[in-house]
């Protein structure tokens, strides 16, 4: 499956260094258009005011969870088949099956290359075209 390079990407992390390796791996990945976020409520915010096609999300972010912020898209009509990939140091698999019962469309452990990171978002796309065929 062709991953759209010109796609609208938020980063959401309270780390700025964490921000500036999505970003960098992401540009790497020959990804354009990319914004970012220090918390869940800026995430949110910019998300129900853009057209972002991906969201790459610290499950433990400030005044909204990624979980909470990935429940949150799941509830809204326009932003549920907005593929949402979790990128955190939490690794335990209760962790990874809870985000992936969720609804999330992928899980990405930092630390990370951008070959893992390649690899993860083209399954996030691939598992979120399954759930959305008709987007």
């Known amino acids: 499956m062709a991953v759209d390079r010109k796609i609208w990407i938020l980063i959401a992390d309270e780390a700025p260094e964490a921000r500036r390796i999505l970003r960098e791996t ?7 258009h990319i914004e970012e ?3 869940g409520e800026d995430a949110w915010d910019q998300l129900t005011q853009g057209h972002f096609g991906l969201v790459l999300c ?10 909470d912020l990935l429940e949150a898209m799941q509830a809204d009509e ?5 593929p949402l990939v979790l ?3 939490e ?7 809870k985000a992936v019962a969720e609804g999330a469309a992928g899980f990405v452990v930092k630390p990370f290359d951008h070959f893992t990171l390649g690899e ?3 399954e996030a796309f691939i ?7 008709f987007q």
């Open 26 to 32: 992401l540009e790497e990945l020959y990804f354009e």
């Open 37 to 39: 976020a220090a918390d």
């Open 58 to 67: 610290e499950w433990l972010l400030p005044r909204r969870s990624g979980l």
């Open 78 to 82: 326009n932003l549920r088949s907005t």
């Open 87 to 89: 990128v955190t140091t």
């Open 91 to 97: 690794s335990d698999a209760e962790t990874v099956q």
């Open 120 to 122: 993860q978002l083209e």
């Open 127 to 133: 598992r979120q075209a399954n759930l959305f065929p």
